[in-house]
């Protein structure tokens, strides 16, 4: 990119994104922490977005699930298992309780999961997987 086609001068770019880190803090991941609060950034963006791929931060969304699809490309392994045994293992990783996921299920319909009384649906599953930024596929 030439530096002529900036849309301001190098200060002015850096003032800018200093003023954006400091509501949003978008950085690069380099280990497991700044993984969870990039990924719990996101799904909170993703939730504000409900889908609209107008919003002017749905680009911003795109962005920052890149950086964690290839953080966790590199870093973080989904064993080949059964469903509730691949989110049971997701859940101690990330060092989640039943109760975390009461965006996706109730901790009773998560306790049935994992107990194996109830296989995951496919809404779960679907949610399970945005959550986790996995594949829907580990969950069904």
């Known amino acids: 990119m030439n530096a002529d086609r900036l849309p301001g001068t190098f200060p002015d770019i850096a003032q800018s994104w200093a003023a954006l880190q400091a ?11 700044d993984y969870e609060a990039m990924a719990e950034l996101a799904d909170a963006l993703a939730g504000h977005l409900n889908g609209n ?7 911003l ?3 920052m699930s890149d950086l964690v699809s290839n953080w966790k490309a590199r870093h973080v392994t989904i064993p080949k298992a059964e469903p509730r045994e691949v989110l049971r293992h997701l859940l101690e990783t990330h060092g989640l309780k039943q109760k975390d996921l009461m965006g996706i299920a109730s901790p009773t319909v998560v306790s049935d999961i994992l107990a194996g009384r109830r296989s995951i649906s496919k809404k779960v599953a679907k949610a399970l997987a945005q959550r986790f930024q996995t594949d829907v596929s580990a969950f069904l």
Do not use: G, K
């Open 53 to 59: 791929q107008s919003e002017p931060l749905a680009d």
């Open 23 to 33: 509501q949003l803090p978008i950085t690069p991941i380099r280990n497991e922490h």
């Open 61 to 63: 969304l795109a962005i």
